[in-house]
């Protein structure tokens, strides 16, 4: 006599970026199986660099990927922040050994590709986990039978997927958003962010080592080695009005030398150093809006895309992949349940961060006698002293 044994109901993932393969892994950690449907042909992913802070790199030893980073990543000692006026020295942040001494992991600057590559060669080898390219989630419906059914297409093909919940993770623009009553509309915040990335040996030996911040009246710039200290990220952001429908487009090098126009001479030159940049509209989503309905639930930036001022909107995707599988633990029952406690977690503390980011934003562009003020303040704090005002943000575990 035969037996039949019923494959086992995945959870399913839109969206293969830094959050949804972390998910991937976490869930699968879990004892789920899982299916992530990607709409793109290939897993490219655009953009330059991005922080790991020591809470990122917590939850990245977590999934085992975090040593698999390191041969791509980059440790600064300082972040030194600088006055775009007259290319004074404002104040250093210490970082290094300090940082992972006081909270036990890393901070790590790391380029975005080789981050989603460790995530996705971990996916790859992880049985339980099938990623599908050219797989666009168009809806999900109740099922006749014990579950719900997932509408994707593929290949100009609709097809169904049984499966035990939706996970969100396709960005801003998330479609997966629309399926969450009352959802939030991701917002233009009337910033944009110019991104270029630069060989080491073609800038001066000042940009080399540490991380550098410098503030402007309206716009600010980024700079920090990465893979391995082989390439410059660079990130110029500004005021500006967005008349472009794409949301990351290629900029004109002139256009963003016009910007920067009364920046210190030494910035114009490494701003005109790169041979391309593209420009990125800053979007947000309120993070304070609805992350769950049913058997579906938001992560990363679909749930609460942020301004890039405090580097944290990866490390966001990555704590909550920690903690969405937290709440569904192999033999999980109640899935909607579980996914509204997942949201009451995290909500709290990403509320707070995307806060602290848009505080940040005010801050970083002031001018007269705000910027003044912000300026003896950071020149009379100490290295250290700057360093522990990140704790409450830095000291987060998946275990939190």
């Not at 270029?196 to 080592?209: D, I």
């Amino acid at each position: 006599m035969s037996s039949y044994s019923a494959a086992p109901v995945p959870i399913v993932i839109a969206g293969a970026g830094i959050g949804g393969l972390a998910a991937a892994i976490a869930l699968r950690k879990a004892g789920h199986e899982v299916v992530l449907l990607e709409k793109a042909s290939q897993l490219a992913e655009v953009g330059a660099g991005l922080q790991l802070s020591p809470n990122a790199c917590a939850a990245l030893k977590q999934l085992g990927v975090l040593e698999d980073l390191e041969p791509a990543v980059y440790a600064p000692e300082n972040l030194r922040i600088w006055s775009g006026i007259n290319g004074e020295q404002l104040a250093r942040v210490e970082l290094g050994s300090f940082i992972k001494e006081r909270h036990g992991n890393p901070f790590w600057v790391i380029h975005r590709s080789d981050l989603q590559q460790a995530l996705l060669k971990k996916v790859q080898a992880t049985d339980g986990i099938t990623l599908h390219l050219n797989s666009d989630v168009l809806d999900i419906k109740s099922s006749q039978y014990d579950g719900l059914n997932c509408v994707y297409q593929n290949a100009e093909t609709t097809r169904n997927l049984m499966c035990k919940a939706l996970i969100g993770a396709d960005g801003v623009w998330s479609k997966t958003r629309l399926l969450v009553a009352n959802h939030q509309n991701a917002h233009f915040s009337g910033q944009v962010a110019y991104r270029a990335t630069v060989p080491m040996n073609q800038v001066p030996e000042k940009f080399r080592r540490d991380s550098g911040l410098w503030f402007q009246k309206e716009s600010h710039l980024v700079h920090y080695p990465i893979r391995a200290g082989t390439e410059l990220n660079i990130v110029a952001l500004a005021s500006e009005v967005w008349q472009n429908e794409s949301w990351s487009t290629p900029a004109d090098k002139e256009a963003l030398l016009h910007v920067f126009r009364d920046w210190p001479a030494e910035i114009r030159n490494l701003l005109a150093t790169p041979q391309s940049w593209l420009k990125w509209a800053l979007c947000s989503v309120d993070a304070s809006g609805p992350w769950s309905h049913g058997h579906v639930a938001l992560l990363g930036d679909s749930a609460h895309a942020m301004l890039p001022y405090m580097a944290q909107g990866a490390a966001m995707a990555i704590e909550d992949a920690a903690i969405l599988a937290r709440h569904l633990p192999h033999g999980v029952e109640n899935i909607p349940a579980a996914l509204r406690a997942y949201e009451r977690h995290r909500k709290p503390r990403v509320v707070n961060i995307q806060n602290v980011a848009a505080q940040n934003a005010r801050t970083f562009h002031f001018s007269g006698p705000l910027a003044y003020a912000r300026n003896m303040i950071l020149r009379m704090s100490k290295p250290q002293t700057l360093a522990a005002r990140f704790d409450a943000i830095y000291d987060w575990t998946p275990d939190y």
